[in-house]
Nanobody, 128 residues
Framework: QVQLVESGGGLVQPGGSLTLACTASGATLDGYAIGWFRQAPGKEREGVSCLSTTDGSTHILYSWMDRVTTSRDNAKNTVYLQLKRLKVEAPGRYSC?????????????????????WGQGTQVPVSS
């Protein structure tokens, strides 16, 4: 059983940067791919990025390219999402999730088909 806890959310100015952390407990993240998601107020949740713990490959969803990077700290069992050049329309609740890593099976995909574990999310408001 993997428990995921997001942290690092907080008010940021438009154009600013913020780093969110997804820390796992209960088990190592090895063998999982980690996805980050955002849910804006009144809208459906959307994917932001994926990271493979098998080989470190990442995938950034097109609409987020040039604005986010994702990375992992193995020693801390944590995956990060670095947000930069935040837009006024970027606020929302950011969540991380872990699912079976498709790269472990030799797939070219980085993002899992399904996610097994979810965090509660962290709020990122952007001041206008």
């Amino acid at each position: 059983q993997v428990q995921l806890v997001e942290s690092g959310g907080g008010l940021v100015q438009p154009g600013g940067s913020l780093t969110l952390a997804c820390t796992a407990s209960g088990a190592t993240l090895d063998g999982y791919a980690i996805g980050w998601f955002r849910q804006a107020p009144g809208k459906e949740r959307e994917g932001v990025s994926c990271l493979s713990t098998t080989d470190g490959s990442t995938h950034i969803l097109y609409s987020w390219m040039d604005r986010v990077t994702t990375s992992r700290d193995n020693a801390k069992n944590t995956v990060y999402l670095q947000l930069k050049r935040l837009k006024v329309e970027a606020p929302g609740r950011y969540s991380c999730a872990a699912g079976p890593d498709p790269r472990r099976g030799g797939s070219a995909s980085v993002c899992p088909r399904q996610y097994t574990y979810w965090g509660q999310g962290t709020q990122v408001p952007v001041s206008s």
